[in-house]
């Protein structure tokens, strides 16, 4: 078969136009399936479901909204509506004054230098899933291997050892929490009435209760202590002031931004280094190529910080893998203010929705846009700022976008280095949105240690 013929898994796409009870229960399936082909070819897609809505592909009306005009489209209540149990009103869900004095005080743990000093946890985690994958005996779901990898590098980053959270027990709530709150939140943020069911809030919202918990004993337990050196984000959040009040944060302030980024920086590096490992399962050659380079580089070792730079081939595989499979495929934002996106007409209350997942396939955007090609980010130069984004942009781009890329390109080289990832026949996950791209069914592969 021709190479260009071969096309890595997508989301099955309706082929005509779905009534309001069949959207409802796409949109509960797996939101992806409610973008119409033609969001794949054009630059905006409007609408009216319950409110009017406008899906964006467009990158300069994409920069307008999350950048230039960011303050007059803000993350939208009702999106945040059912997250906001779990993360109250922390980094991700905050606006105004208090999501930039919050951001301030987390933006240190992110500074170069300190993520240097955070590295060795990454080279730790990608060393522990070696030993994991060398003790499997026979297929291996590459997925929950690399949850368990991202909670271990989250966990050290937010807590000093002497003040964790049980990983069985936060796996278990945010998994359940994100499961319901992701499938209800697009109902929500398009106003499908309540008596359409968003099944399993109550569970989810037991399972968290107890990760609240946890999470309040492990702050308890630091507060009034010295911080660690080097300090982890708790114990600098716990220290941290509002330059310009000068308070500081309460007891669950700090818990709500502690699982906001247990929450917000574990799951998605888990996806970007899992459909990085489905791709090279798909494409042998392309894992050739990166081995090569991995081994190069790395001679047998885990990879480090230093190793990283060095490392060009193996990221371009993880931006390669973010375009096709973007961790958060949709943003939502409400205008606020009427405004003209190319020729369309916005008006106060119209829903935004920025499919990332259709942005990063456009037609008009990207050539063989659904195919597999690392080299298309060869020159990152090439590639349109506002076309590819991954991890948002504007004020409230991801602030852990370095560190997620430093940890996924550790963790990938190594494990490239080591074994040799071969599909398993008849078992393709399949990309399903809840509130994250995840693979359903997993990612099923054979691991075969090469020395
Ligand atoms: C491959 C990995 C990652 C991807 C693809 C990703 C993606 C994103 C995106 C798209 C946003 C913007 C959301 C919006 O504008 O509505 C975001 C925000 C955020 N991310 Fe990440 N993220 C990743 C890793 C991480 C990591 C490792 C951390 C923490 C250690 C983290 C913490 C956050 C936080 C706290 C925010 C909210 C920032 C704010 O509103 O000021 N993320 N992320």
Not at 19 to 27: L, Q, T
Not at 88 to 107: E, K, P, S, T, V
Not at 389 to 401: A, D, E, Q, S
């Amino acid at each position: 078969m021709l190479k260009s013929n071969r096309l890595p898994v997508s989301v099955p796409l309706a082929t005509s136009p779905l009534g309001f009870m069949r959207g409802v229960r796409a949109m509960q399936r797996n939101a992806l399936e409610m973008l119409p082909p033609i969001a794949f070819t054009q630059p905006i897609v409007s609408g009216q479901i319950l409110r009017r809505f406008h899906m964006v592909m467009d990158p300069p009306s994409i920069r307008r909204i999350l950048k230039d005009a960011a303050a007059d489209y803000p993350k939208s209540e009702e999106a945040q509506a059912m997250l906001r149990p779990a993360l109250g009103n922390g980094i991700f869900l905050a606006d105004g004054a208090h999501w930039r004095w919050q951001r301030r005080a987390a933006m240190p743990v992110f500074a170069p230098r300190n993520l240097t000093a955070l590295t060795p946890v990454m080279t730790e985690a990608a060393e522990d899933v070696s030993a994991r994958l060398d003790r499997a005996t026979g297929p291996v779901d590459i997925y929950p291997e690399m949850m368990h990898t991202a909670f271990e590098v989250i966990a050290a980053v937010c807590m000093s050892e002497d003040t964790q959270i049980p990983r069985e027990m936060a796996h278990k709530a945010v998994d359940a929490y994100l499961d319901t709150a992701g499938r209800a939140s697009f109902l929500d943020i398009l106003n499908v009435p309540s008596f359409v069911p968003r099944p399993g809030r109550t569970a989810a919202r037991f399972l968290i209760a107890e990760l609240k918990q946890a999470a309040d004993r492990a702050i308890r337990s630091r507060m009034g202590r010295e911080p660690a050196d080097p300090p982890p984000l708790l114990d600098l959040l716990i220290g941290a002031e509002d330059p310009d009040t000068g308070r500081k944060m309460t007891a669950p302030e700090l818990r709500d931004n502690l699982l906001t980024f247990i929450v917000a920086g574990h799951e998605t590096t888990a996806l970007a280094l899992s459909w990085s490992l489905y791709l090279m399962g798909f494409d042998e050659e392309q894992q050739e190529r990166a081995r090569a380079e991995a081994q190069e580089v790395l001679g047998g070792r885990a990879a480090t910080a230093e190793d990283v730079p060095k490392l060009k081939f193996i990221r371009q595989v993880i931006m390669e893998s973010m375009r096709l499979y973007p961790p958060l495929a949709m943003l939502s934002r409400t205008a606020t203010k009427p405004d003209m996106l190319r020729d369309r007409e916005v008006k106060p209350g119209d829903v935004m929705l920025l499919p990332f997942y259709a942005l990063h396939r456009n037609e008009c955007l990207w050539d063989n846009p659904n195919g597999f090609d690392p080299d298309r980010f060869a020159d990152p130069k090439s590639i349109d700022r506002y076309a590819y984004l991954p991890f948002g942009t504007g004020p409230r781009v991801c602030i852990g976008m370095d560190f997620g890329l430093q940890e996924a390109t550790i963790v990938l080289a190594t494990l490239l280095s080591r074994f040799k990832f071969t599909a398993v026949p008849g078992r393709v996950p399949t990309p399903v949105m809840i509130l994250s791209l995840r693979p359903d069914g997993g990612v099923w592969m054979n691991v075969e240690r090469l020395s």
